[in-house]
């Protein structure tokens, strides 16, 4: 059983041992609009094809012990997946870490609710094949380029490795080491999940890297933050050993002025804050320890040098900070974005809230007896009626859409299909469809159907020999006249044109909103 993830419904994954990949896996959930609850927790693990049920113990000191683990527990305001309980101890994973407690603390602070979790042989990630073909290629171009970059750097230092003392070369290993434990500080900064980096931070027991990047001292004027001028600082410290050797002199006495930060910072968190930072230390003992090597190794030694250094220096130092900053704040409103969508996907799912947008919108005869094209749960509440066209090209995407729509809410939903056409030419087409319907079941018509709009409709003699159906017989020509009076009862023509009940989909919804939708009382 594998103890990792960074959220409950991953850590479930991966306690499970399901098949899926952590980019898609956290922005699923970060974005499901109900992932604080239950229920919403409920509903992914479904989409994974994952069985579970949700439970409520009374007697939890002792039944706890009956419960199959892994289960997902509700405890205190978290949710926990629990991977072992034994006589003595329950262990378990909240957020991004793990604990092992005593048994009786764990049911004093546990609800009582937990939801029972069960994989089977179809249990994996909607789109699993093609996410992890996107997760492995990126993956491959990151150690591609890690690799090319690591053999420039190699082939620099080896064509003028008679300049590459011991002391150039140490300075260039604790550089190196510094701009690693920037990295693990800008990760910390950005909230980026990192094992290794919490860790580290859980060295010392009165340590907490996060309470010190969050204060307000953590930041120049509130903007540029000290972990990003640490990082701009090693790496600019490199670009200098490798392309500016003979400016040593310089990078000696920027090293010089930046040490009296060292004494504030360790001043800060051990009277101010009261919290120690294991990452700002180590940064401290670099700092320190490149100071030492320059001494060491003679860098205050002052060369002859030109004006152009001097600027070369001031832009070696200053550009990287600004940029780094611009940089990170691309990056931080990428995630402020995944926080709004998954805002304004819980606002979308409020069935209260959209049955008072649906309300404003025109309403059209919406019953099963208008068409018997339909799909998912025929006794839903939710009736959701398609105008489409055979020979339209949104139609076609509309329809893999809506597959894609029943495979993530099969039981909440029924979809219904209205043929349209161009002309009287193509209505062989819808009487076509309706064939195929009246004459196979529902999963074996959905597969027709992809088929048709993906290849079918280009060439339609071709696709209708195939089947030897029967298109004129007295079963489709009254369900063809059906489609036919509800659109010149409705005077429709737009296709697709979506309706929820009968009232028109809100242009600020899509058709994947409605995946959540369980019921609608209007």
Known sequence: MRKKGNNVFNSALYALGISHTQKFSNKYYSEHPHKYNLFGISQMLSDYGINNAGIRIANKSDDIAE????????????????YGVDHKLVEYRVGDLNFKIDREDFCEAWSGVALLLESNPGSIEPGYRDNHRDETINFCLKA?????????????????????????????????????????????????????????????????????????????????????????????????????????????????????????????????????????????????????????????????????????????YLIPIPALTLFLQFISKLSKIENIIQEINSLKSNEGLLAS??????????????????????????????????????????HS??????????????????????????????????????????LETAKIYQEWFETGKLDKESFFEKFQIDVNSKEVTHEFEKHKNWITETQLQITPTIMVNGYKLPLNYQIEDLRYLTELNI
């Open 67 to 82: 419960i199959e683990c892994p289960f997902i527990a509700q405890v205190g305001g978290s949710f926990a997946v629990v």
């Open 144 to 316: 591609v380029l890690s690799l090319f970059v690591a053999i420039f750097l190699f082939l620099l230092i080896v064509r003028d490795y008679q300049n590459f003392d011991f002391g150039t070369s140490l300075s260039l290993f604790i550089n190196i080491l510094g701009l690693s434990v920037g990295w693990m500080l800008i990760q910390k900064q950005l909230e980026i999940h990192s094992s290794y980096t919490d860790r580290i931070c859980s060295i010392l027991k009165q340590a907490d890297c996060n309470d010190i990047l969050k204060s307000d001292e953590a930041k120049i004027l509130g903007v540029v933050s000290w972990s990003e001028v640490g990082f701009s600082y090693f790496l600019s410290n490199l670009i200098v050993i490798v392309f500016f050797k003979h400016l040593l002199f310089f990078y000696a006495i920027v090293n010089l002025c930046v040490l009296p930060f060292t004494l504030w910072s360790i001043w800060f968190q051990k009277f101010k804050i009261k919290q120690w930072c294991v990452l700002c230390l180590l940064v401290q003992v670099l700092l320190w320890s490149v100071f030492i090597t320059n001494l060491m190794f003679e860098h205050f030694y002052l060369t002859d040098f030109k004006v152009t250094d001097v600027i070369i220096l001031f832009c070696v």
């Open 357 to 398: 947008m649906l309300k404003e919108q025109p309403h059209y005869p919406s019953e099963i007896k208008n068409s018997e094209i339909l799909f998912g749960n025929k006794k839903a509440k939710v009736l959701i009626t398609i105008l489409t066209n055979p020979h339209c090209p949104p139609c076609a995407y509309m």
């Open 401 to 442: 859409r809506v597959e894609s729509l029943l495979k993530s809410n099969p039981n909440g939903i029924c979809i219904q299909y209205i043929f349209s056409s161009f002309g009287p030419g193509l209505d062989i087409s819808n009487k076509f469809l309706i064939a195929i319907y009246q004459n196979n079941n529902e």
